[in-house]
C-alpha cells in the first residue's frame, strides 16, 4: 500500500507504507476497500471511455491522478490519520490544543479551497474528446492538428455562458463560450470562441466597460445572469457598433437547447500559414451533427428554477450514455486581396464573413467523449488564453484579438495565483516544455543545472533555439503613422444587422422582437428603450416599428450614422437562420417523459420505451405520485412525479392508452399544465386511445393555426401506430408554426 510511490523509492521498503495497525483499514460503515474501488470506477464506466488512469491526453493527467479506494486516510504530508472524528482536546470537555496539527491543516485548506471565478465566462462545463482531420491542409498551413488525414489531437472543450457567475442558472439568455484547447505535439492551441460569430465592440478598449454594464449593477449587484437591465442597455445604446451582435444575441441563439445543439465560432480572423511562409486568412467554424436547437424563451426561464444545471447535466449525461456530442469544423479561407474587394473589413469581429461570399469548407470533426474526473482540476483550472497558438497559425490585426492576447495570460496569474498556471495538468502540454523560465509561486518543475539564461556555454547552449521548426509569425510588411483610431469601413454599423435580420425565418424574427421587447421592458429609463429602438430604425423599419410596439412607444429617428458612406446589403444568407442546420435525425439523449397511472396500457409503455431505448433516447416513465402502479396485470414504476420533473425538461411527452390512467391524469393540474407547455413550446406530443381525451381537457387543438395537420402532435388509437411518427418528431427540429401568443 504504497502512500507515494514516488518517493517511497528514494527511502526503501520500510518507507513505503504508513505503520498498519488495527484500524488502518477499519471495518466499514463506509464502504470496504473493493466496494470503494468499485463505487470509484463505476462513476466513469458510462463513458466506455478510459477509466481511472487512463487518458486521451497522453498521461499528463496520469501522473496527479489520486484515487483514494483501499487507502488509509492521511494528512497531506502523508502521516496516517486515526481519528477524524474528534479535535485533540485537554480533557473531554476542555479547549483544544493548538497543537492539533491534523485539525488545523485540516480546517486551513478547507479555508483556502476557492480561487477567484472567472472576471466573464465563470459559469461553465467541459469535457474531454478529440479533433479528428479529414485531409491534409499542408498547402494552407503547418498546424499540427492539421497535418494528415484521419489524425487525432487530443482536445479539452469548455462551454460557458459569459455575464453569471459560477454558480448562475445555465439558460439564461447569453452568449456561450465555446473553447477549444487542442494538445498538439507542437504546443498547445486554444481557440477561444463563442456560439455567436460576432461580437459587441470592435476594440478591447472597450471590453472592460462592456463587461462592466452587463454585469449585476455594482451598487446591489443585481441582476444576476442577466442582460436586461439598465447599465447594459445604456452602454450598448451609445455603441451603434454592437447593433449586429444585438440581433444575435436577442435571437434563439442565446438560448440554446444543449451545448450540443449549438454552433461556435472563432469570431476574428486568423492567418494559416504554410511551410513556404505563405498566409491566408481563415474563420472558424464548429457546426454540431446534431443540429441546432434552441430553447422557447418561456422554457429557458422554467428550466432556470427546475433544473440550473440543465446544460451542465446535459453535456455529463450524454457523454456516459455514450451519446458523444459531436461538431464539424469548417473554414473560410480567403486572400488578402479577397479580404481588401469586401464592402466590410475582415479585422472588424462586429462583421461575419458571409458564406455566400467564401464557402465554409469541412476539415474535420470534434468528437467529445469523457468527463472530466474531477471539476474543479480540470474545468475550473483550465485557463484559455488566445495567445495559445501554434506555428502555423497566426493572429490578425482585429483590434479586439489584439488586445485578447494580453488579457487572457494575465488574467490568469490572479485567477490561477502565479505565473505557473501552465503546470497545472490540465494546462500542460502534451509538447515537451524547455526554457530558461524559473520560480514563482508554486512551481513545479524541478530544473536541473546551474544554467537559466541564453546565450550559454555552460550548459551546452540549450535549450536552443528552434529555428525555422519554430513559430514564426507571419512577416506582413507595415508602414503606418501610430495612431488611435478605427479604420474607414468599421463605421458600418448596420448593414450586417439587416442581413441578419431578414435572413430569418419568420418565427426567428418574431423571437427577436420578443428579446428586445422582454429585456427593453426591464430597463427602467426611458431615454435608454429610445435609444435601442433608434438603432434599430436603422437595421428595418418593421424590426423598429414591432418593438416600439411591444414598448408602447412611437418610433424614434434613426440614430445618426458614424459614415455617410452607404454600405450595401448582401441578399438573405440562408446559414444565418437556424433552420439550415437540422442536424442528422437522431434522438440520441433526448428525453422523453411518459406519463402513467393507474389502469395504463403496459403493453404499449414496453414497447414505447424499448423503441426510444433502442435509439438512444431517455425515457422516464412520469406520474402524480412515486411507486409501482397497477398497468393491466403488471406493475410499472413511476421514476418520477411531473410536479419534480416538469414538462421543460423534456423533449417529448407520451400518454399511453388506458380508460382508468386517462381518468385520473386528466383530472391533475399538473398533468394538464405538462401538455401545455409541451404543446407551447413546440414539442412532440403522443397520445393513444382513451389518452386522447387530455388534449381536449388542456385545450391544445389538433391542427395548426391556419388550420394544416400539426406534425408533432400525434394522435392514435394504438401505441404500434404512434411510435416511429414521435420518434421522427423528435429526430426533427422543432416546428413554431404552432406558435400561438397567448398559447
Ligand atoms: Fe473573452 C474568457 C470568448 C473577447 C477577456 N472569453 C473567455 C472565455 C471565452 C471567451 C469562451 C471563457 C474561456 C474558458 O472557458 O475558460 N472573449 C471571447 C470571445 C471574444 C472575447 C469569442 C471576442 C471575439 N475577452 C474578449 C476581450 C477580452 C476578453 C476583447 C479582453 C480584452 N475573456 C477575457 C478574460 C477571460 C475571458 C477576462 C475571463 C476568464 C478567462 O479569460 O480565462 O481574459
Known sequence: MPSNPAKAGEYGERARCPATGATAEPASPLATASTASEANASDKTGSGVPGLGENHVGGNLDRVRADASGQVLTTN??????????????????????????????????????????????????AHGYFENYQPLSQFTRAAPFAKAGKRTPVFVRFSTVAGERGSLDTARDVRGFAVKFYTEEGNWDLVGNNIPVFFIQDAMKFPDLVH????????????????????????????????????????RAIPRSYRTMQGFGVHTFRLINDQGESVFCKFHWTPVAGTHSLAWDEAVKIGGADPDFHRRDLWEAIEA??????????????????????????????????ELVPVVPVGKLVLDRNPDNFFAETEQVAFCTAHIIPGIDFSNDPLLQGRIHSYVDTQISRLGGPNFHEIPINAPLAPVHNNQRDGMHRQTIARGRVAYEPNSLGGGCPFQAGARGFTSFAQPIAEDKVRGKPEKFADHYSQATLFWRSQSPAEQRHIVNGFCFELTRVQVPAIRQRVVSLLVNVADELALAVADGLGIAVPP??????????????????????????????????????????????????????????????????????????????????ATVSALPSVLFDAVAVPDGADAAQTLANAGTVLEFLRDQYRHCKPILVVGAAGALLDKAGIPLTLPDGAADPALVQVAAMDQGVAALIDALGRPRDHARETDPP
Open 213 to 252: 454594464a452587463v454585469k449585476p449593477e455594482p451598487h446591489h449587484g443585481m441582476p444576476q445572469a442577466a442582460s436586461a437591465h439598465d447599465t447594459y442597455w445604456d452602454f450598448v445604446s451609445l455603441m451603434p457598433e454592437s447593433t449586429h451582435m444585438l440581433l444575435w444575441q436577442m435571437s434563439d
Open 77 to 126: 504530508q502523508g502521516v496516517a490519520i486515526a481519528d477524524n472524528q474528534n479535535s485533540l482536546k485537554i480533557g473531554l470537555r476542555g479547549p483544544t490544543a493548538l497543537e492539533d496539527f491534523i485539525l488545523r491543516e485540516k480546517i486551513t485548506h478547507f479555508d483556502h479551497e476557492r480561487i477567484p471565478e472567472r472576471v466573464v465566462h465563470a459559469r461553465g462545463s467541459a
Open 322 to 355: 455514450g451519446a458523444y456530442p459531436e461538431w464539424e469544423l469548417g473554414l473560410q479561407l480567403f486572400s488578402e486581396e479577397q479580404a481588401e474587394s469586401f464592402d466590410f473589413d475582415v479585422l472588424d469581429a462586429t462583421k461575419i464573413v458571409p458564406e
Open 558 to 639: 434613426p440614430a445618426p450614422k458614424a459614415s455617410e458612406r452607404d454600405f450595401p446589403v448582401p441578399a438573405p444568407s440562408p446559414a444565418l437562420s437556424l433552420t439550415s442546420y437540422p442536424g442528422d435525425g437522431s434522438i440520441k439523449a433526448k428525453r422523453v417523459a411518459i406519463l402513467v397511472a393507474d389502469g395504463a396500457d403496459a403493453a404499449g409503455v414496453v414497447s414505447l420505451y424499448g423503441a426510444l431505448l433502442a435509439g438512444g433516447a431517455v425515457p422516464r416513465l412520469l406520474g402524480l405520485r412515486l411507486g409501482p402502479v397497477a398497468a393491466e396485470g403488471r406493475a410499472l414504476e413511476v421514476e
